[in-house]
């Protein structure tokens, strides 16, 4: 399967069945994603990337509902909930990357793309962020997939949502896709489909391409705000972290090292990418999977073992473009006034419109 030119897509089958409770429920025909056509002015893994950045760009939601949910006793997570006038619709549960939030453009774009379709989204802030780094002693990191099991949990106790997808963006994506694959076939009954973008489910392979001299630049403003948080936790909660342990941390795999395994219950760094990895359960996904990764992604890497276990699971919809770079895929326009060209936004929500 080429990608250098074309854009490589291996869909799930037309048809299949999933497990809801005790019944049999019929899964809708494979979604068949559109191509991705970079823009014009915009080609290239740095150039899209830092594009998606730095380019203006508004989108006008309506207030949402804050809500805080506790997905471990004295550890709540901020969610921002937007609802449809009757909440008795399909809900994204959508979760943002390494240093994101939910103030994420591409949290908002997803927003608007799913509230246009007459879905509910509920844009999950990860432990610490979105402004929470005071409400808990502890740390977020791509193994915490069941943070987001408890945010959908909580959805369905509180709003009897009946039925909701997960969207996930590069760590985000891993966690969504670990979920996904954890469950298996055990999931909730209202669990419907897992959509990933950039997923980071080679954490290692990701790590080390960071540190290449090409992406120093990306590592340097992951650990910028990365160390700026670590020292928040620690005027925060004097007694449980130490600022000390930042000393000589000069690549991320060095702050996952001393900082994340050591607080967080990993060995160290080789023992927690290899723990909390999506690729170790992607053959046990079982609700349809929408993935998509851009080939000249600067630092996302999909190891060959691993992109085997993505082609060989039936469920999984496979996209790799040949250019998008990371969690960007800025196209033309189609001469839909709706549409910005922020062409993964749209895809995952289309995906997501098979099971309103």
């Known amino acids: 399967m080429g990608t250098s030119q074309t854009q490589a897509i291996k869909a799930a089958p037309s048809s299949s069945r999933i497990e809801s ?38 989108v006008n939601l309506p207030i949402a509902e ?51 379709a007459g879905m509910n989204v509920v844009l999950m802030n990860q432990r610490n962020c979105g402004g929470m780094d005071h409400c808990a002693p502890t740390l977020y990191n791509s193994s915490r997939s069941a943070d987001v099991a408890v945010v959908a949990r ?18 985000g994506g891993n966690l969504v896709l670990k979920l996904a694959g954890e469950w298996g076939s055990d999931g909730p009954g209202e669990f419907r489909g897992v959509a ?7 954490l290692a392979a990701g790590a080390d391409a960071l540190h290449e001299p090409a992406n120093r630049v990306y590592e340097y403003y ?18 449980s972290f130490d600022r000390s342990r930042l000393r000589g941390v000069r690549t991320l795999r060095e702050f996952d090292d ?33 993935v998509i990764h851009a080939v000249n992604d600067p630092f996302i890497r999909i190891l060959t073992e691993t992109r085997e276990a993505l082609l060989a699971n039936p469920n999984i919809t496979y996209v790799e473009a040949p250019d998008g770079g990371h969690c960007a895929f800025i196209g033309e326009r189609d001469g839909d006034a709706a549409y910005d060209g922020r062409w993964a936004e749209r895809e995952v929500v289309e995906f997501a419109k098979q099971f309103r």
């Open 258 to 290: 001393r900082v994340t395994a050591h607080y967080c219950g990993f060995s160290d760094a080789d023992d927690y990418y290899a723990r909390a990895a999506a690729a170790n359960v992607i053959d046990r996904i079982a609700r349809p999977a929408l």
């Open 222 to 239: 992951f650990l910028l705000q990365l160390f700026q948080r670590f020292r928040r936790k620690v005027r925060h909660f004097p007694g």
């Open 154 to 171: 909580n959805l369905i106790e509180q709003d009897a949502i009946p039925g909701f997808v997960l969207v996930g963006f590069s760590m």
């Open 21 to 58: 409770g005790d019944a049999l429920a019929q899964v809708p025909a494979a979604f068949v994603p559109s191509v991705f056509r970079p823009h014009r002015w915009l080609r290239g893994g740095h150039v899209q990337t830092i594009a998606a950045f730095f380019l203006p760009r508004r």
């Open 66 to 116: 804050d809500r805080l949910i506790e997905v471990e006793p004295g550890v709540p997570v901020l969610c921002h909930c937007y609802w449809q006038e009757a909440r008795n619709a399909l809900t994204l549960i959508v979760v943002h990357g390494l240093e994101g939030s939910t103030e994420s453009q591409y949290m908002l774009g997803v927003a608007r793309n799913g509230l246009a």
């Open 196 to 202: 990933a973008v950039c997923p980071a489910v080679n």
